[in-house]
């Protein structure tokens, strides 16, 4: 029987339940009110969408669901990083056969990048270097 766990990383969450777990990430646990109204600060969200997304999540062990109050709080079944580098991985490796360094200069190729933007990316790189 497989666990919870490796449930998520299968379910790999849409662009909306993505918009979702970055709200219950920046603000942590919460209600669909909460979850609704910090969606409402970026484009308009109807309270019955966010509440059947996030119904629909839990069912998909995205979120997880304390159901001991009378307004059932929500928060992440996963930490922040472990979702995006799962997903940042998906992606390298099915855009570009798994190369970090090919997207790493696609990007910095078709961004404007800042001077101290680069400077960090020097240090990082230096960093690695020395390991």
């Known amino acids: 029987m497989e666990d919870k766990r490796s449930k998520i990383l299968k379910t790999e969450p849409t662009k909306?339940?993505?918009?979702?777990?970055?709200v219950l990430w920046e603000n942590g646990p919460s209600t669909v009110r909460v979850v609704n109204d910090k969606l409402n600060e970026q484009r308009e969200v109807n309270y019955t969408t966010t509440l059947k997304l996030m119904q629909i999540m839990t069912e998909k062990n995205l979120v997880l669901r304390d159901e001991s109050s009378m307004k059932h709080i929500y928060r992440p079944a996963e930490e922040e990083t472990k979702t995006k580098s799962h997903l940042l991985d998906r992606f390298v490796n099915t855009l570009y056969n798994g190369s970090a360094s090919k997207l790493v200069m696609q990007l910095l190729g078709s961004k404007k990048t800042s001077?101290?933007?680069?400077?960090e990316l020097k240090k990082i790189l230096k960093d690695l270097d020395n390991k």
């Open 115 to 119: 001077k101290e933007e680069l400077e």
């Open 16 to 22: 909306s339940e993505l918009e979702i777990l970055q």
